[in-house]
């Protein structure tokens, strides 16, 4: 399959060199270029057409071209009379002119290999069109292969043959000789177009009405290619060697017939004995009756009978053809019309246009394409009937492909956009723009259709304006973004604010609320929304278009307002707006129903948000809580208790040996500097401590106390976990006191210790910096007369469970009766004396030695060394050293 192929490919291209080889030598080429070989025509089909361009002006043409090498087989004598008979056929072609004969651009060109001229552009003859392939190049193009003749085409081509004929007939007084479906050419339009007057017969008296058409006598012994198809030839030509019109009738009638059968004639004629042919011919047309017609549609058989009539003067003339009523079909009328258009004034020109777009659904497309359009096309060139034509070009326009309108239609367009006069021109493109925007390709929709709506837009004329504000928003999801946002929107704004036409204002704010849904939510809510704030005027049909577009946009899924904006922008401008006099109760009722839809909406959202913001927040707080109980709150207690534990045993230890192996000046002064060490690690303990709860702010351990505010620490407490703490501390505070030295200090007894620095019973520090401890509640010094008064314990089982098993705790008059230790009664300073374990060191150590924390109450805290009244002490040298030490 592949070699045959191949071989057939190799035989086309080794005929087409041939071909193009040939006419190379004619001097035709050099004007023309030479393309396809598209089909074949004239007597015998012995012509082959190639399309062509002329190269200076690119004009599309026809190139016939007859091969010599078709006629090598005859002799010398033979080919010349072939070659005369040929070149008179075309040389006959070239003096005539009219609408129905093919139309010659170029005369006939001989060189020696062949025979060629030029004509108007070709499709094919209608032998080709009816079957007849021969001289085709192989395989046969399938446009003239799979070519079907419609009944438009069929009558009116018909028609034009008649015409051509008429035209013979009566204005040139001549015989064609040849009538032939070889000799009818259709052209790149569909045009039925006559050729081949190689056996044309002129009269030899054309002045005369009775023109005398002088005729040849059969001669067989010549070439065919020198003698008429026989088929086609009247009966009288043959048996009577005469010769008239009605001649050609007779070969119009046979024509009629093939069309409509198939390419076939009558009778098949056999050229070896014309002469029995013709008498038994001529014996069936004389018995032809409707039986053998049947092909041939029913309105038009009768006048085929009469021209298939052995008489010639039964025969109906080429005028009175024309006038039938077969062609009398409104698609036939119609392109006759435009046949001749070029013959009609404006006014009749119009009127027919108008008309055209009931007619046009009725033609097939491919006569549409091929026949009407380029003659539409053709009256762009005259202003005045542009208005009339372009309907109906836009009309062809959407029963064509995209490929089809981008190569036939577009070309023929792009200067009647630029076109700004007659008005009538931009109102129909803008009723059409859809048309326009699906099937013109996008640059040149940017390039010309789009300038033109934008000079609708800034035309003069408001009904103009209206129109293309109406308009857009059917279009407008065919245009691309950045056009919309960077030209089309900022001229329908130019429109809606430099107006003096309420019409055009109200219409632009319309065209802008229905192309929203096109737009970015954020290009509508910082362009569009601001820009009604700029419109001046304050008529009902503007304030509504306004709450139009602020409507729309509140409501849209895809755009929607901001709260922000709703409570910065939207509101402060509306509701000014909903107050105007001009409003009526409707149009307010509707300003006060978005107002409230937008505070609705406005309170709704907020509201959410705060409480979605307050749970957060609560969450938040427990989570930070619990982790820092859970991961940190054990571990710092317990690191607290080990630590105190530590120190006060080694303390003690000191305390125990210092007598006895050291002297008193020393042991004074290793337990000060040891006391100064533990002062610095309970702060920081103490800061540890403070730190569990949220939002109390730390205290640092540093060489001198700060002041708490008193307004902090009421915040300190605000959980369950400072609730224990706060039970914690007041369990402390109960079990201890305060004893001053160096100082007089006033003690109030019933003071919180976390009053504000100027509040009484704030105790001043030996530095003279104002200290709060956390606190510790309910500090009581007994009287002057010497008698304790003790607050009710506080309930620790809170605490402890929270710090989980406890040692068993001891009280602390179970501690005074705890077997005496010989060493602490010389720490306790006599009455009015002061001791190491003065009021500073007394109470840092107090707080951080109970029972609460686990650990056995140290017997160095006596509580009879807190019950004295409160009384000014002057201290001893060696206690203010051992102070200033301690303080550094």
């Known amino acids: 399959m592949e070699s045959m192929l191949n071989k057939l490919k190799s035989t086309v291209t080794k005929v087409t060199a041939d071909v193009t080889s040939a006419v190379m030598g004619n001097p035709v080429t050099r004007e023309f270029d030479v393309g396809r070989h598209i089909a074949s025509g004239g007597n015998g089909l012995a012509w082959k057409i190639f399309n062509g361009t002329k190269k200076s002006t690119k004009q599309e043409v026809a190139v016939f071209v007859f091969d010599k090498k078709l006629i090598d087989k005859y002799q010398k004598f033979e080919k010349d009379q072939i070659i005369d008979s040929l070149k008179r056929g075309v040389q006959q072609l070239t003096r005539l002119r009219h609408p129905r004969l093919l139309t010659v651009q170029h005369p006939l060109e001989?060189?020696?290999?062949?025979?060629?001229?030029?004509?108007?552009?070709?499709?094919?003859?209608?032998?080709?069109?009816?079957?007849?392939?021969?001289?085709?190049?192989?395989?046969?193009?399938?446009?003239?292969?799979?070519?079907?003749?419609?009944?438009?085409?069929?009558?009116?081509?018909?028609?034009?043959?008649?015409?051509?004929?008429?035209?013979?007939?009566?204005?040139?007084?001549?015989?064609?000789?040849?009538?032939?479906?070889?000799?009818?050419?259709?052209?790149?339009?569909?045009?039925?177009?006559?050729?081949?007057?190689?056996?044309?017969?002129?009269?030899?008296?054309?002045?005369?009405?009775?023109?005398?058409?002088?005729?040849?006598?059969?001669?067989?012994?010549?070439?065919?290619?020198?003698?008429?198809?026989?088929?086609?030839?009247?009966?009288?030509?043959?048996?009577?060697v005469t010769c008239e019109t009605a001649?050609?009738?007779?070969?119009?009638?046979?024509?009629?017939?093939?069309?409509?059968?198939?390419?076939?004639?009558?009778?098949?004629?056999?050229?070896?004995?014309?002469?029995?042919?013709?008498?038994?011919?001529?014996?069936?047309?004389?018995?032809?009756?409707?039986?053998?017609?049947?092909?041939?549609?029913?309105?038009?058989?009768?006048h085929v009978k009469l021209l298939l009539n052995v008489t010639p003067t039964v025969r109906p003339d080429a005028d009175q053809m024309t006038k039938i009523p077969f062609f009398d079909d409104v698609g036939a009328v119609t392109l006759q019309y435009f046949d001749t258009l070029f013959?009609?004034?404006?006014?009749?020109?119009?009127?027919?246009?108008?008309?055209?777009?009931?007619?046009?659904?009725?033609?097939?497309?491919?006569?549409i394409v091929q026949r009407i359009l380029p003659c539409l096309s053709s009256e762009f060139v005259n202003p005045d009937m542009v208005p009339f034509v372009l309907p109906n070009v836009l009309l062809i326009a959407e029963e064509c492909t995209?490929?089809?309108?981008?190569?036939?239609?577009?070309?023929?367009?792009?200067?009647?956009?630029?076109?700004?006069?007659?008005?009538?021109?931009?109102?129909?493109?803008?009723?059409?723009?859809?048309?326009?925007?699906?099937?013109?390709?996008?640059?040149?929709?940017?390039?010309?259709?789009?300038?033109?709506?934008?000079?609708?837009?800034?035309?003069?004329?408001?009904?103009?304006?209206?129109?293309?504000?109406?308009?857009?928003?059917?279009?407008?999801?065919?245009?691309?973004?950045?056009?919309?946002?960077?030209?089309?929107?900022?001229?329908?704004?130019?429109?809606?604010l430099q107006t003096s036409s309420l019409a055009v204002r109200v219409n632009s704010l319309v065209c802008?609320?229905?192309?929203?849904?096109?737009?970015?939510?954020?290009?509508?809510?910082?362009?569009?929304?601001?820009?009604?704030?700029?419109?001046?005027?304050?008529?009902p049909a503007v304030l509504m278009g306004i709450l139009g577009i602020y409507k729309c946009t509140f409501t849209h899924k895809k755009l929607g307002i901001t709260k922000e904006q709703l409570a910065g922008k939207v509101l402060p401008h509306l509701i000014p707006l909903s107050i105007e006099n001009n409003l009526?109760?409707?149009?307010?009722?509707?300003?006060?129903?978005?107002?409230?839809?937008?505070?609705?909406?406005?309170?709704s959202e907020h509201k959410t948000k705060l409480e979605q913001l307050h749970i957060m927040q609560e969450q938040q707080k427990s989570l930070d809580i619990g982790n820092q109980m859970n991961a940190s709150e054990e571990t710092k207690v317990t690191n607290v208790g080990s630590q105190i534990?530590?120190?006060?045993?080694?303390?003690g230890a000191d305390l125990l040996t210092g007598g006895e192996s050291e002297n008193k000046e020393d042991g004074l002064q290793n337990k000060q500097k040891r006391t100064k060490d533990l002062t610095d690690t309970l702060m920081d303990n103490m800061s540890s401590l403070t730190s569990l709860s949220v939002s109390t702010p730390k205290i640092s351990a540093s060489s001198s106390f700060t002041s708490v505010p008193s307004t902090g620490l009421g915040m300190m407490f605000s959980t369950p976990i400072d609730n224990t703490k706060r039970n914690l501390t007041n369990g402390l505070n109960a079990?201890?006191?305060?004893?001053t030295s160096g100082f007089n200090m006033p003690v109030n007894t019933n003071q919180n210790f976390f009053s504000s620095p100027s509040t009484p019973g704030v105790t001043k520090m030996a530095l003279g910096t104002p200290s709060t401890l956390p606190n510790f509640n309910a500090v009581s010094v007994p009287p002057a007369g010497g008698k304790q008064t003790q607050q009710r314990p506080t309930d620790m089982s809170a605490l402890n469970n929270l710090f989980g098993p406890q040692k068993p705790k001891v009280s602390m008059n179970q501690l005074s009766q705890q077997k005496p230790n010989q060493w602490l009664n010389q720490f306790v300073p006599p009455q009015g004396s002061p001791g190491v374990g003065s009021s500073v060191m007394g109470t840092q150590v107090n707080v951080m030695g109970q029972s609460a924390f686990g650990m056995q109450a140290n017997p160095f805290f006596n509580p009879q060394n807190f019950a004295q009244p409160p009384t000014t002490m002057t201290s001893s040298s060696s206690a203010s050293n051992d102070l200033k030490d301690l303080f550094g």
């Open 512 to 539: 802008l609320g229905k192309i929203l849904e096109y737009l970015d939510k954020w290009f509508v809510l910082d362009d569009i929304l601001p820009f009604l704030q700029q419109i001046p005027s304050k008529e």
């Open 735 to 739: 079990n201890m006191g305060f004893q």
């Open 343 to 367: 013959q009609r004034d404006n006014l009749q020109k119009s009127q027919f246009f108008k008309g055209l777009p009931k007619v046009l659904p009725k033609l097939p497309k491919r006569v």
């Open 402 to 496: 995209k490929e089809e309108y981008v190569k036939l239609i577009l070309p023929e367009l792009g200067p009647v956009f630029k076109q700004q006069e007659p008005i009538q021109i931009l109102l129909i493109f803008l009723q059409k723009m859809d048309l326009l925007l699906t099937k013109t390709p996008p640059d040149e929709i940017k390039n010309s259709v789009l300038p033109m709506v934008y000079r609708a837009l800034e035309a003069p004329s408001i009904q103009i304006q209206e129109l293309c504000l109406n308009i857009i928003p059917t279009f407008a999801n065919l245009i691309d973004y950045p056009s919309m946002k960077n030209a089309l929107i900022p001229r329908i704004k130019n429109a809606c």
């Open 645 to 651: 534990d530590k120190v006060f045993n080694n303390i």
């Open 110 to 240: 001989e060189s020696r290999d062949c025979l060629a001229f030029c004509t108007e552009p070709v499709f094919a003859s209608l032998a080709n069109v009816l079957g007849n392939w021969e001289n085709l190049p192989s395989p046969v193009s399938p446009d003239i292969k799979d070519y079907k003749l419609y009944d438009v085409e069929t009558k009116y081509g018909l028609l034009q043959v008649s015409e051509g004929l008429s035209f013979l007939h009566s204005s040139v007084k001549m015989v064609h000789g040849n009538i032939t479906p070889e000799n009818i050419i259709l052209n790149k339009s569909g045009a039925w177009k006559i050729m081949g007057f190689d056996f044309c017969v002129s009269s030899t008296n054309p002045s005369e009405q009775e023109p005398k058409f002088p005729c040849k006598e059969w001669d067989p012994n010549l070439p065919s290619l020198c003698l008429p198809n026989p088929e086609y030839l009247a009966p009288e030509y043959i048996l009577s």
């Open 584 to 603: 009526n109760l409707n149009q307010f009722n509707s300003f006060i129903s978005v107002i409230k839809e937008m505070l609705n909406r406005l309170e």
């Open 247 to 302: 001649s050609d009738m007779y070969s119009l009638g046979t024509v009629m017939y093939a069309v409509f059968n198939k390419g076939k004639p009558v009778f098949e004629v056999n050229k070896q004995d014309i002469y029995k042919s013709f008498s038994r011919q001529l014996d069936q047309l004389s018995r032809l009756g409707s039986s053998s017609l049947t092909s041939i549609p029913e309105e038009v058989r009768e």
